[in-house]
Each structure stands twice: as structure tokens, then as C-alpha cells.
């Protein structure tokens, strides 16, 4: 039976959260750089859609940042992230087949993350469960 203790620092990035912030770090990347050659381009073609892919790339970097740091505060900023994470994708994946002429190309959360596989999708359901079950003052052992 697992005891219950405080949330140490790096706990979040153990188990399969190892795997989950590499993917977040992937993201982070990813998505920088496409939202900046997008915007440094042809900003005026999709403004909207290409901020909002910078926004995403934020997200994607806090995240990743917060899973890596650990602790209680880190836990509750990668909460925060995640869920504006998952409010961002399917908010900006409904926009993209209703409004197309606001997303003329694709970008990281349009079409629900289509272009990368819909792992943008995925990944904040993921992140999510992760942070539910490493949540602070949470009875279970992280497996290593």
C-alpha cells in the first residue's frame, strides 16, 4: 500500500511523466517555430490563427517547465497551462472547420492538432491524468 507524502521537486517528470515532458518540450519547440516563421512571414494572412499558435507554444513551454520543477507551485501552474491547454485546442479545432477563413493554414491546435498527428489533442488529456495522479497531498508512489 502506498503512503501518502508531500509532492517533492521532480516528482512530476517521473514515470511516464518523463515521457510526457519530453513530448510537452517537443511541442514547445515545435510550435515556436512554426508560429514564428508563420508571424515573421505573412503575419497579416492569419493573425489570429498564428498568435494563437504562439499562445500555444507558451502553454507548451510553462508546461513543460512546471513538469520538470516539480513541487506544489509547479504542479499548480501545470495544471493551469494544461487546462488552458485543452480549452485552447478544442475551442481553436471547432474554430478551424467553422470559421476556415480564419484559419487559412494549419497551425498547432486547428483541425484539433490534425497536422501533428492530433496529438494536441491527446497530450492535454494526458497531462491532465498525470497531474491528477501526482497531485499534491495525493496517497501514491510514482513508479520510476
Known amino acids: 500500500m502506498a503512503e501518502s507524502r508531500p509532492l517533492s521537486d521532480?516528482?512530476?517528470s517521473q514515470?511516464?511523466?518523463r515521457a510526457l515532458v519530453f513530448?510537452?518540450?517537443?511541442?514547445?519547440?515545435?510550435?515556436?517555430?512554426?508560429?514564428?516563421?508563420?508571424?515573421?512571414?505573412?503575419?497579416?494572412?492569419?493573425?489570429?490563427?498564428y498568435s494563437l499558435s504562439l499562445l500555444a507554444a507558451v502553454l507548451y513551454l510553462v508546461a513543460t517547465t512546471c513538469l520538470l520543477l516539480g513541487g506544489r507551485t509547479g504542479w499548480r501552474v501545470a495544471g493551469i497551462a494544461v487546462s488552458i491547454e485543452l480549452l485552447g485546442v478544442l475551442s481553436v479545432g471547432a474554430m478551424s472547420y467553422l470559421a476556415t477563413?480564419?484559419?487559412?493554414?494549419?497551425?498547432v491546435w486547428s483541425h484539433f492538432g490534425?497536422?501533428?498527428?492530433?496529438?494536441?489533442?491527446?497530450?492535454?488529456f494526458a497531462g491532465l491524468a498525470w497531474l491528477r495522479q501526482t497531485a499534491p497531498g495525493r496517497a501514491s508512489d510514482v513508479a520510476m
Open 23 to 49: 513530448v510537452y518540450g517537443i511541442f514547445a519547440v515545435a510550435a515556436t517555430g512554426r508560429s514564428a516563421v508563420q508571424l515573421g512571414m505573412e503575419p497579416e494572412r492569419a493573425p489570429l490563427a
Open 10 to 12: 521532480g516528482q512530476l
Open 114 to 124: 490534425q497536422g501533428y498527428g492530433f496529438l494536441p489533442l491527446v497530450l492535454p
Open 15 to 17: 514515470g511516464w511523466g
Open 101 to 107: 477563413d480564419l484559419f487559412p493554414d494549419r497551425t
